[in-house]
């Protein structure tokens, strides 16, 4: 009879500390909605990126025009208030040209972070 209690006790006491060991296993459920929040992110991001490089390439376009119209108007012997003008146009599609590729850089790292958050949520790091 005690034998039978003994080994009804070990056999509990094995089976409790397997449930234990399973359970500290296991992660905890996902939250859905970080996940979701992460991919809308990711995607915003993404298109925040395309806008940024088409404008940037128009504002790449517009200053190669300008400075083919300063060499053109520059070969005519145009007035000075023209020149200037020209100047002034190049000097503004620069700063664009600059603006863009700060914008892009910032949408990259805000990317890459969005990215990082949807590994660690889905992972659970």
């Known amino acids: 009879m005690k034998t039978?209690?003994?080994?009804?006790?070990?056999?509990s006491a094995a089976l409790l500390a397997g449930f234990v060991v399973a359970s500290a296993q296991t992660t905890a459920p996902q939250?859905?909605?970080?996940?979701?929040?992460?991919?809308r992110d990711?995607?915003?991001?993404t298109k925040d990126i395309r806008s940024d490089r088409r404008d940037l390439r128009s504002d790449v376009k517009d200053r190669r025009s300008?400075?083919?119209d300063l060499r053109d108007d520059k070969k005519e012997?145009?007035?000075k208030e023209e020149l200037r003008q020209d100047r002034q146009d190049i000097r503004t599609d620069t700063r664009d040209i600059r603006h863009e590729?700060?914008?892009l850089r910032r949408d990259r790292r805000d990317r890459r972070g969005d990215l990082?958050?949807?590994?660690?949520?889905?992972?659970?790091r």
Request: glycine share 8%.
């Open 31 to 39: 939250n859905v909605g970080d996940i979701r929040s992460d991919r």
């Open 66 to 68: 300008d400075i083919r």
């Open 4 to 11: 039978i209690i003994f080994r009804c006790a070990l056999l």
């Open 101 to 103: 590729r700060r914008d």
């Open 116 to 124: 990082r958050d949807l590994h660690h949520n889905r992972h659970g």
């Open 42 to 45: 990711i995607r915003s991001d």
């Open 77 to 79: 012997g145009a007035s």
